[in-house]
């Protein structure tokens, strides 16, 4: 998968799910959000005030849908029975400010698009388990 920095093209990155690479992704985007509680008192000024709270995370991925690939069957068949697994995303040579991400995910959904004259796509979707691992490269 080839990403793109500022207006230039960037880094091929490798994605992996439960240690099998996985063919023809043609997007990926983690996503990291933290909920906030509201601790406004009586007191305050006309500003609600806010603290943050715990943080979670998911993946979305785009892959070019080969039936006969079964590297990204195994995403949805592990949705079918439920079944967490190890996602790794890698730079396939690491420059500065690149990212490795690296988390435990459940498979929530996935949908699959048939464009009248071109290539079958499917979009998976994961919820991030826990806190991931991102390594900033130097």
């Known amino acids: 998968m080839l ?15 439960k240690g099998t690479q996985v063919g023809r992704v043609t997007n990926i985007n983690p996503n990291l959000t933290r909920d906030t509680k509201e601790v406004t008192s009586f007191d305050d000024s006309d500003y609600k005030r ?19 690939n079964s ?5 949805v068949a592990d949705w079918r029975s439920g079944t967490t697994g190890d996602l790794q995303i890698d730079p396939n040579t690491p420059v500065s400010g ?13 949908s699959t698009t048939y464009p ?18 991102i390594t900033v490269q130097p």
């Open 50 to 68: 806010f603290i943050s709270s715990r943080a979670e995370g998911d993946v979305s991925m785009d892959i070019q849908y080969d039936p006969t």
């Open 98 to 110: 690149d990212e490795t991400w690296s988390a435990t995910v459940i498979p929530t959904g996935f």
């Open 3 to 17: 990403a793109t920095r500022g207006q230039k093209q960037g880094q091929e990155f490798a994605v992996t799910w």
């Open 116 to 133: 009248d004259g071109d290539l079958v796509t499917r979009t998976i979707q994961f919820k991030i388990d826990g806190q991931p691992t």
């Open 71 to 75: 590297n990204s069957q195994s995403a």
